[in-house]
């Protein structure tokens, strides 16, 4: 099974900054690979799917990148809005699918 | 629009069984597979298998394998997950996602289910 560690595991950061989320898998997933995010008492929101290519509807100053094992979720131009839960997960080793434990974003 | 509605909030006895559906809409149901995954409180979600909405083959996670079944009737378009033998460990809050029978990820999810596993 692969295990997916982010960091950290709180950010905060203030409005109009960048924020930069962290994701490494125990092992290669390849580009297959993808964040959510999730506010209290929601479902999941994929933003991001094949490491880098955002999903439909999602801003563009969310963006991804990596491959194998490191991956990095930045969100630029914060809003009070962005605050949430986000988690990464991977589709390529599977069963059984993974997901981070997630790190929450604070905006300031 | 891509919709996935979920059964309601449950409330089980230890060792009793629960079935939670997913009625999908706004595309071709038998075109993707229907996941379901598990979020308990303060952990991380966890995959507990998908079934192929078109031909119903099914994958578990070996951790549910023995406990759970993922069915679907095609003419309600609605997917439906039973874990059975609960213990208080097993209440979480259980999502239907769509995705693919393969390396895919899950585009669009239920709103969750509260299972409660309570004597």
């Known amino acids: 099974e692969i295990l997916m560690t982010q960091s950290p595991a709180t950010l905060s950061v203030s409005p109009g900054e960048r924020a930069t989320l962290s994701c490494r898998a125990s092992q290669s997933v390849s580009s297959n690979l993808a964040w959510y995010q999730q506010k209290p008492g929601q479902a999941p929101r994929l933003l991001i799917y094949g490491a880098s290519t955002r999903a439909t509807g999602i801003p563009a100053r969310f963006s991804g990148s990596g491959s194998g094992t490191e991956f990095t979720l930045t969100i630029s131009s914060l809003q009070s809005e962005d605050s949430a839960l986000y988690f990464c997960?991977?589709?390529?080793?599977?069963?059984?699918?993974?997901f981070g434990q997630g790190t929450k974003l604070e905006i300031k | 629009q891509v919709q996935l509605v979920q059964s309601g909030a449950e409330v089980k006895k230890p060792g009793a069984s629960v079935k939670v559906s997913c009625k999908a809409s706004g595309y071709t149901f038998s075109n993707y597979a229907i996941h379901w995954v598990r979020q308990a409180p303060g952990q991380r979600l966890e995959w507990m298998g998908w079934i192929n909405a078109g031909d119903g083959n099914t994958r578990y996670s070996l951790r549910f394998q023995a406990r759970v079944t993922i069915t679907r009737d095609t003419s309600a378009t609605t997917a439906y997950m039973e874990l059975s033998s609960l213990t208080s460990e097993d209440t979480a809050v259980y999502y239907c996602a769509r995705g693919g029978a393969g390396n895919y990820p899950n585009d669009y999810w239920g709103q969750g289910t509260l299972v409660t596993v309570s004597s």
């Open positions: 997960h991977q589709y390529n080793n599977w069963p059984p699918y993974t």
